[in-house]
């Protein structure tokens, strides 16, 4: 019997024969490896498979953390330093088991398509908004991000940007290097005692709520659930409530349906006359057109924008027109700065993601964990050890209705069960179970029936994912 290719993890070019089960039964025990966050994979564990006919495609700069990670285990890391143009992001995710991005990768629906062995998605970053969450868990493919190890450098960004806008620093530091000699008080101002207006108390905001009460702000914030202030920052009712009352508006949700233009021509003039506009969330939460016009009118005092509509997929001299067009208008208009999407990029922060995600995709391809998975429901079971060589690990990901699981369970009845664990996430139900005394042979005829089950479900959720044996 062979295994179909898209539910085994195995790659052609490092095991020229035709795929087979051999791969999951070189059971050895796994090397102890551990970063310095946190043991990724505790000592004396089975190694499930070869981990060589893994291949992992990382794009846009991801830190070496990760890739060091996923070499050490040795998978095959192929690593870009920019994100891919269409045509070679659909070759490049042909055939590699997991793919690593950050924000500017949008893995469309029919992006993921072309992937025929995706197992795993690692977003490098907070945001999942440019992975298809929903349509990667009906192929079986599941997502990691990291939800906070950026918080805290987007936040000393918003705070350094605040302060720049008050005194007008990126004006007065152009005329200097233009010239130009230009000593004034006029309209720079201290930030103590002054209000933040923070959209989407988060991660970020709550840390930036911390950080600026600390310089002697008092922080206002809108969000869309109830949440509990940190220090006297308080929560306020409606967003033009924050918006009528607050010197520096600063935004940090996430990119939805309902964020998209949040800050339209309405909500600018709403603002206090006098105050800044500070965006390090998403570029499509602002309207471009109406700030460039509100900032020309001279309602705002500044703004500070470091995410755009369009960004552009690597470094050097910007064309995006989106991008282009209003940032032409805008940058000719006093007290605004401009970055290029750096909020997280700082080398704390990438090197932490590097550990968390790389972390995170190691524990699912080796083990089928999904713990902080963002489109997958959580589940582990604890790691096989060498007492336990003859085990199987069986994960089955498949349509959360019933009878699926009572069907999977009667195949997985004809042997020990030794623990298993089941969880759902809307649609979509996770099964891993470990098995006891299973040879070779056993483990082909499993197979073959849970093929024949899989037949039986939709073919997009793509079942079957058995993951490792570990007889020898
Ligand atoms: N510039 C950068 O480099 C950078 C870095 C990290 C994150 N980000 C962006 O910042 C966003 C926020 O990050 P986070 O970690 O704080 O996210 P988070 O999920 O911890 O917090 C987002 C908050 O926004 C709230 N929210 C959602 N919709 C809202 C709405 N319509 N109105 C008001 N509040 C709303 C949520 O309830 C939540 O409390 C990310 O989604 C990402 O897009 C940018
Ligand atoms: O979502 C995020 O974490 C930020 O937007 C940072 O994205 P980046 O990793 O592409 O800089």
Known sequence: ?????????????????????????????????????????????????????????????????????????????????????????????????????????????????????????????????????????????????????????????????????????????????????????????????????????????????????????????????????????????????????????????????????????TELETMKKGSYLINASRGCVVDLQALCEVMRSGHLAGAALDVFPREPSDDGPYFNEDLARWVTEIRDLPNIILTPHIGGSTEEAQEAIGAEVGGALLRYINFGCTIGAANMPEVTLRSLTVAEESHLRVIFIHQNRPGVLRQVNDILGDHNVDKQMSDSRGDIAYMMADISKVDSTEVQALYTKLEVLSCEIPKFLSPLRPYFGSTR
């Open 1 to 265: 019997m062979t295994i179909p290719r898209d539910i085994i993890p195995l790659s052609n070019t490092v095991v020229p024969s035709s795929p087979s089960l051999s791969a999951f039964f070189n059971a050895g025990a796994s090397p102890s490896y551990e970063t310095s966050y946190f043991p990724v994979v505790p000592k004396k564990q089975l190694k499930p498979f070869n981990t060589g006919d893994i291949r992992i495609l990382l794009l846009e700069d991801i830190d070496r953390t990760a890739r060091e990670l996923l070499q050490k285990e040795g998978y095959q890391v192929e690593s870009h330093t920019s994100s891919l143009r269409d045509s070679e992001l659909a070759e490049k995710i042909r055939d590699v088991h997991v793919i690593g991005i950050r924000s500017k990768t949008k893995l469309t629906a029919s992006v993921l398509d072309h992937a025929e062995n995706l197992l795993a998605i690692g977003c490098f970053c907070i945001g999942t908004d440019q992975v298809d969450l929903e349509y990667a868990a009906k192929r079986g493919v599941t997502v990691f991000n990291s939800p906070f190890s950026n918080s805290r450098s987007v936040a000393e960004l918003v705070i350094a940007e605040v302060i720049m806008l008050a005194r007008r620093i990126c004006d007065k530091s152009m005329e200097m290097h233009f010239g130009t000699w230009q000593k004034g008080s006029t309209r720079s101002r201290e930030i103590r005692g002054k209000v933040l207006g923070i959209i989407g108390y988060g991660h970020i905001g709550s840390q930036l709520s911390v950080l600026a009460e600390s310089m002697g702000m008092s922080v206002l914030f809108y969000d869309v659930v109830p949440l509990m202030a940190i220090g006297k920052a308080k929560q306020v009712k409606s967003l033009a409530e924050l918006l009528v009352s607050s010197d520096f508006v600063t935004l940090h949700v996430p990119e939805t349906l309902e964020t998209r233009d949040l800050i339209g021509r």
